[in-house]
T-cell receptor
Framework: DTEVTQTPKHLVMGMTNKKSLKCEQH?????MYWYKQKAKKPPELMFV???????INESVPSRFSPECPNSSLLNLHLHALQPEDSALYLC???????????????FGNGTRLTVT | QKEVEQDPGPLSVPEGAIVSLNCTYS??????FMWYRQYSRKGPELLMY????GNKEDGRFTAQVDKSSKYISLFIRDSQPSDSATYLC???????????FGKGTTLSVSS
């Protein structure tokens, strides 16, 4: 089991639905990340929160909306997604802030999202 | 030339073999190097983390970094069927830029 917990594990949603992905870590890490991973591809960075502030948005479409309610929680709100958004969505955390990559990323097991 | 090159495989070996996985990179500013193992339908799991050049050993795993050649390796000794997974290299310059991943190498260890 990983120390980064993601819920739900699986999600099927229609293109008009609104849903949220949740991520929680209790390691005291100061940076949290959302990645998207397609089959047989490496993870692609979407968003980075450092000390609960959005540090990086990798030009992600507005139908994906991140939220960091506190240092342990990270949400990804989904609205009006397209079938091509179907992927494994991974949350990760790191001990240090994003600006100093002195600590490696720890990933959750992801939410497998299918958009119909 | 991509920043990080990693042969996707697949790589098939018999149980007990020594496995060598490699990545090359072009950015000389990279100084933090990681290896992740990803099982099917799971998230990447950190295996090894090294800073700058040198070797690091953890059980059956050895990570090697040669900054002069811009080449990193992961060696797995006495490979087991449970080592069958995709192995991703990742690296960063530690200056606030995003972690760069290789494409991953799929390893299959047969008993």
């Amino acid at each position: 089991d990983t120390e980064v917990t993601q819920t739900p594990k699986h999600l099927v949603m229609g293109m008009t639905n609104k849903k949220s992905l949740k991520c929680e870590q209790h390691m005291g890490h100061r940076a949290m990340y959302w990645y998207k991973q397609k089959a047989k591809k490496p993870p692609e960075l979407m968003f980075v929160y450092s000390y609960e502030k959005l540090s990086i948005n990798e030009s992600v479409p507005s139908r994906f909306s991140p939220e960091c309610p506190n240092s342990s929680l990270l949400n990804l709100h989904l609205h009006a997604l397209q079938p091509e958004d179907s992927a494994l969505y991974l949350c990760a955390s790191s001990q240090d802030s994003f600006s100093s990559y002195n600590s490696p990323l720890h990933f959750g097991n992801g939410t497998r999202l299918t958009v119909t | 030339q991509k920043e990080v090159e990693q042969d996707p495989g697949p790589l098939s070996v018999p149980e007990g073999a020594i496995v060598s996985l490699n990545c090359t990179y072009s950015n000389s500013a990279f100084q933090y190097f990681m290896w992740y193992r990803q099982y099917s339908r799971k998230g990447p799991e950190l295996l090894m983390y090294t800073y700058s050049s040198g070797n690091k050993e953890d059980g059956r795993f050895t990570a090697q970094v040669d900054k002069s050649s811009k080449y990193i390796s992961l060696f797995i000794r006495d490979s087991q069927p449970s080592d069958s997974a995709t192995y991703l290299c990742a690296m960063s310059d530690g200056a606030g830029t995003a972690l760069i991943f290789g494409k991953g190498t799929t390893l299959s260890v047969s008993s």
